[in-house]
C-alpha cells in the first residue's frame, strides 16, 4: 500500500498477544507523541546526535550521497530534520506501529524532498531489505523493546554497506539516575523491555562484525547512551 512519503505496509499478521501490547501502546501514543515531555529531555538530544555524527562521518567519507534507515522512526521526526541535506539520497522510516506511521505520512507527505521519503511497517527483527541496502542505520530510543537484541543488530549490520555507519541512541542505565529512570521507572510504565548496558551493547554490535564502535553518554536527568559503530 502505498501512500504520503511513499508509505509501505510490510508488515506480519498473526502477531502474538505480547507484540500486539507494544503495538497498541505505541497506536495510543502516536497522536500526542510529538508533545510529549520527553522531547526536550530525552527525544530531540538524540535527534540532534545523531546529525552530528551523521555530519562528522560525512565529512570523514567526502560528503557522498547517503541512503539511511530509521528504524523505530516513530512520527518521522529524525527524517525530517534530515530530508533538507542535499546528501540525503533516500531516507527510509520503518516503525511497528500502523498509527506512529499514518501520522509520520502525514507529516512528511507534504514537505518538498517528500519524494526521497519512504515509510515502512515493518518488524526490526526482521527488516525486509536486501543486503547493503543503506549507507546510515538508525535506531533511537526504540531498542530497549526488541526482545532479541542480538538478532535485531545483526540485522543492521546485513543491510548496511562496507564502510557505513550505525547509530543507536537508548537510555544509559549505568549509573544510579539511570537505572532509577529505566530499569524502574520505564520499565515499570512499559513491561517487556530491556536498556542494554554499556559493555553488553559493545559486546552485541562487535559480534555483529562491525569494524569500529565508540559510545558516548549524553545528558543527566535523562541519561543517554550513544553508540557508533562502523560496519
Given at each position: 500500500?502505498?501512500?504520503p512519503?511513499?508509505?509501505?505496509?510490510?508488515?506480519r499478521?498473526g502477531?502474538?498477544?505480547?507484540?500486539?501490547?507494544?503495538?497498541?501502546?505505541f497506536?495510543?501514543?502516536?497522536?500526542?507523541?510529538?508533545?510529549?515531555?520527553?522531547?526536550?529531555l530525552?527525544?530531540l538530544?538524540?535527534?540532534?546526535?545523531?546529525?552530528e555524527e551523521?555530519?562528522?562521518?560525512?565529512?570523514w567519507?567526502g560528503?557522498?550521497p547517503?541512503?539511511?534507515?530509521?528504524v523505530?522512526?516513530?512520527t518521522?521526526r529524525l527524517?525530517?530534520?534530515l530530508?533538507?541535506?542535499?546528501?540525503?539520497?533516500?531516507?527510509?522510516?520503518l516503525?511497528?506501529?500502523?498509527?506512529?506511521?499514518q501520522?509520520?505520512?502525514?507529516?512528511?507527505?507534504?514537505?518538498?524532498?517528500?519524494?526521497?521519503?519512504?515509510?515502512?511497517?515493518?518488524?526490526?527483527h526482521?527488516?525486509?531489505f536486501?543486503?547493503q541496502?543503506?549507507?546510515?542505520?538508525?535506531?533511537?530510543?526504540?531498542?530497549?523493546h526488541?526482545p532479541?537484541?542480538?538478532?535485531?543488530?545483526?540485522?543492521?549490520?546485513?543491510?548496511?554497506?562496507p564502510?557505513?555507519?550505525?547509530?543507536i541512541?537508548d537510555?544509559?542505565?549505568?549509573?544510579?539516575?539511570?537505572?532509577?529512570?529505566?530499569?524502574v521507572?520505564v520499565?515499570?510504565?512499559?513491561r517487556?523491555?530491556?536498556?542494554?548496558s554499556?559493555?553488553?551493547?559493545?559486546?552485541?554490535?562487535s559480534?555483529?562484525?562491525?569494524?569500529?564502535?565508540r559510545?558516548?553518554?549524553?545528558?543527566?536527568l535523562?541519561p543517554l547512551l550513544?553508540?557508533i559503530?562502523?560496519r
Open positions: 500500500m502505498t501512500g512519503a511513499g508509505t509501505e505496509v510490510r508488515g499478521g502477531l502474538p498477544e505480547s507484540d500486539q501490547g507494544v503495538r497498541r501502546h497506536d495510543r501514543w502516536a497522536r500526542s507523541y510529538d508533545r510529549s515531555w520527553l522531547n526536550e530525552a527525544f538530544p538524540a535527534l540532534r546526535v545523531c546529525q551523521i555530519i562528522r562521518w560525512q565529512t567519507r560528503w557522498r547517503f541512503r539511511l534507515l530509521d523505530g522512526c516513530g518521522g527524517l525530517e530534520r530530508s533538507g541535506q542535499p546528501d540525503a539520497e533516500l531516507l527510509v522510516g516503525d511497528y506501529s500502523p498509527a506512529m506511521i501520522r509520520a505520512a502525514q507529516k512528511l507527505g507534504p514537505l518538498r524532498s517528500a519524494k526521497k521519503l519512504r515509510l515502512v511497517l515493518g518488524d526490526a526482521r527488516l525486509p536486501a543486503e541496502s543503506f549507507d546510515v542505520v538508525t535506531c533511537c530510543h526504540s531498542f530497549h526488541y532479541n537484541q542480538a538478532q535485531v543488530i545483526a540485522g543492521f549490520a546485513r543491510v548496511l554497506r564502510g557505513g555507519l550505525l547509530l541512541v537510555g544509559f542505565r549505568d549509573n544510579v539516575i539511570g537505572w532509577v529512570v529505566f530499569d521507572g520499565a515499570t510504565i512499559e517487556n523491555v530491556h536498556h542494554a554499556w559493555s553488553e551493547l559493545r559486546r552485541l554490535i559480534a555483529a562484525g562491525f569494524a569500529s564502535l559510545q558516548r553518554k549524553l545528558n543527566v535523562a550513544v553508540n559503530a562502523i
